[in-house]
């Protein structure tokens, strides 16, 4: 008989996540849950493990991680009707934040057992290659997806976010900036550096797309036009005074298609690194149910 609940958790993500993740399976016991776990053993397992068990039959598949675990079992749940969950453990954890999800483990382990769900909209990425990659919270391309690309592991877990900033100081002086072409609807325009967003949120609590909202049909594509480490530099120190939005070279544009060209251009996605441009990108074929406060 299939569990009713299965919780996929990467068990390379440290010992205090693993404590984290005990002290919720406590409390999901204490009322009256009997959730099963399963480890992932390498980056995309838990598409697998989440595919397989809504073929089975698991009513909840809940990501014990951050954006990116979420976002490989929203893929592996994608065009199903099981339930996505969420315990938040990630570094930025930023569709928690979206949702109002708690990040205890007694406030996560109540919603799940609540079981109260809401319809989520992902985005789906299709590549040059023949890839298709669903997102839940964002796709960037150019500046910031450097910075998640040339990002050591190593440093990220030992000092978490500040390995961020740390990494987009050393990014600054070298990314060349190129031009990106962006179509949105069929209307063409262009810039340096493209966020294509679900949400308003970015890197945790940070202002990037008034008015988003990862429930909501579409996206919000925000377009930086100025080039060069002056200008990342202003764009970062903008974000976290929730600025960003009112820089005269930052536009801000609602689209429910977009195709994204340019020539060796990274691509993150759920701040994972996802390859290069080109990429087009839609809606999911069908939204999915997320467990929700």
């Known amino acids: ?39 992932t053993a390498h980056r995309g397992h838990a598409v697998g493990i989440a595919r397989e068990a809504a073929a089975a039959g698991v009513r909840m598949v809940v990501a014990a991680g951050g954006d990116g675990t979420i976002a490989e079992v929203a893929a592996g749940l994608s065009g199903t009707d099981t339930a996505l969950g969420a315990l938040p453990l990630g570094t930025a954890n930023v569709l928690a934040l979206e949702l109002g999800l708690p990040r205890t483990p007694a406030g996560a ?34 500046f910031d997806a450097a910075v998640v690309q040339h990002l050591p592991p190593g440093l990220k877990r030992a000092i978490g976010k500040a390995a ?25 325009d262009g810039a340096t550096s493209v966020i294509v967003t679900k949400g308003r949120l970015y890197a945790g609590r940070f202002l990037l797309a008034p008015g988003a909202d990862p429930r909501d049909e579409g996206f919000h594509v925000v377009l930086f036009r100025a080039a060069g480490a ?64």
Do not use: K, W
């Not at 900033?165 to 962006?182: G, W």
């Not at 002056?230 to 977009?258: K, M, N």
């Open 1 to 39: 008989m299939a569990p009713r609940m299965l919780i996929v958790f990467n068990p390379a993500a440290g010992a205090r996540r693993r404590r984290r993740l005990l002290a919720a399976l406590d409390l999901l016991r204490g009322l009256g849950m009997r959730p099963e776990v399963a480890d």
């Open 109 to 142: 382990a109540a919603v799940l057992a609540m079981g109260r769900t809401a319809l989520l909209h992902p985005g789906l990425a299709r590549f040059a290659d023949g890839r298709e990659l669903l997102f839940v919270q964002m796709l960037g391309a150019g």
């Open 164 to 188: 961020y900033v740390a990494q987009t100081l050393r990014e600054m002086p070298r990314y060349p900036f190129a031009p990106i072409r962006c179509v949105m609807d069929g209307r063409e």
């Open 230 to 293: 002056l200008a990342a530099l202003r764009y970062g120190a903008a974000l976290p005074l929730g600025l960003l939005s009112r820089l005269s070279s930052v536009e801000i544009r609602r689209a429910a298609e977009v195709r994204l060209d340019g020539a060796d251009v990274p691509v993150q996605a759920d701040g994972d690194a996802a390859g290069s441009l080109p990429v087009a990108i839609g809606p999911a074929p069908r939204p999915m149910r997320i467990v929700v406060p």
